[in-house]
Nanobody
């Protein structure tokens, strides 16, 4: 049974930082690309970071330079370090195990999500 368990969400003031963690089980973690997505109320879910099994990362412009994804293969854990947070970063954040094919990123498994609220 695959489990992706996020933690680290919470309430933070604008300009602050949070680090999200996602502990994976039931998958061969070292063979999986991983990603973080977020979904704000009334908005579509969007990907905010991706890391390949080899450690190559990618970010959209909205978070580039502020968010950093990393992985610890020994702990089967992927992290999202979020700095200089803005109120518009407020969302539920989801960890995902993904497959990258060409320009596409396809989600195989989702975590249950963790809430991040950034106050102004």
């Amino acid at each position: 049974q695959v489990q992706l368990v996020e933690s680290g969400g919470g309430l933070v003031q604008a300009g602050g930082s949070l680090r999200l963690s996602c502990a994976a089980s039931g998958i061969i973690f070292t063979r999986n690309s991983m990603a973080w997505y977020r979904q704000a109320p009334g908005k579509q879910r969007e990907r905010v970071a991706r890391i390949t099994s080899g450690g190559i990362t990618a970010y959209p412009d909205s978070v580039k330079g502020r968010f950093t994804i990393s992985r610890d293969n020994a702990k089967n854990t992927v992290y999202l370090q979020m700095n200089s947070l803005k109120p518009e970063d407020t969302a539920a954040y989801y960890c995902a195990a993904v497959t990258i094919q060409g320009r596409g990123t396809f989600v195989n498994y989702w975590g249950q999500g963790t809430r991040v609220t950034v106050s102004s």
